[in-house]
């Protein structure tokens, strides 16, 4: 019997049907591996339950919810998160949420990483996964810089600490960039550059050196600034800045 010849593309291109859902920018991949287990998801016509199915995403016909999935166009968003306003799709808590915020774009977006509740300024959205997967990852060092209010005077040798990098219960905080803004005996206010993305990293640091933050922004993300984005606004991201931020 002849063999049918390997199609080397196509097996470069083969991709598990949930990551396949993401890719497209419809969906996150917990959101995929959830709508294949709930039978909205078809592959050439055939419900697939199974979320590491293999699927070739250009030869295979993928349906959602009966519609076929085309791939999104991308969408890149900046919001200025104000405190009060949790990073979550939805929260059990009824809390209210940055999807609050935006409103309907016509596009899934996912956050580029995280702010807690307390903390306000810059927010990153997009249904790129692979842009928000190359910002994340650890080995980037994207540069993540914050506006600190901190409580008491903080002197030069704690700003050394914090530049040095302080001890926190999940391992030594990589070099980060301080700038003094103002101090007085009861508050001191900074730039704070880190590089890393650990979970309430500047709050915890500021417990390092026996301070505590009294207010928290995110100013900068990587060469992206949140300059006078108002409070609760959003917008779209120029193509130079999409650029520069893949860069
Ligand atoms: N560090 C924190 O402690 N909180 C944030 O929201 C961001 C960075």
């Not at 774009?105 to 990483?113: D, K, M, Q, R, Y």
């Not at 915890?204 to 933050?213: P, W, Y």
Request: contains cysteine; proline residues 4%.
């Amino acid at each position: 019997m002849k063999r049918k010849p390997i199609d080397r593309n196509a097996r470069a291109e083969r991709k598990t049907i949930d990551r396949a859902l993401s890719r497209l920018g419809l969906c996150s991949r917990t959101e995929a591996v959830e709508f294949v287990r709930a039978g909205r998801v078809r592959v050439n016509g055939l419900v697939v339950r199974d979320p590491e199915r293999w699927v070739v995403p250009e030869r295979d016909r993928i349906e959602l919810d009966r519609e076929q999935a085309k791939e999104r166009a991308k969408l890149y968003v900046a919001l200025h998160k104000p405190v009060g306003y949790v990073t979550t799709r939805s929260d059990p808590e009824g809390r209210k949420t940055v999807y609050d915020l935006l409103g309907d774009l016509g596009a899934w977006l996912a956050p580029v990483g995280r702010l807690d509740r307390d903390t306000s300024g810059l927010l990153l959205f997009t249904n790129d996964t692979d842009f928000a997967a190359r910002l994340l990852e650890p080995t980037s060092h994207v540069a993540k810089r914050y506006r600190v209010e901190a409580r008491g005077r903080i002197d030069d040798t704690e700003f050394e600490r914090l530049r040095r990098g302080v001890e926190l219960s999940d391992g030594r905080t990589l070099p980060a960039r301080v700038a003094l803004l103002r101090r007085s005996k009861e508050r001191t206010l900074f730039e704070l550059t880190i590089t890393e993305g650990r979970n309430r990293q500047v709050r915890r640091m500021l417990e390092a050196i026996d301070s505590k933050v009294l207010k928290l922004a995110r100013v900068a993300f990587g060469s992206l600034e949140l300059a006078d984005l108002a409070p609760g606004a959003h917008r779209e991201l120029l193509a130079r800045e999409r650029n520069a931020l893949r860069r």
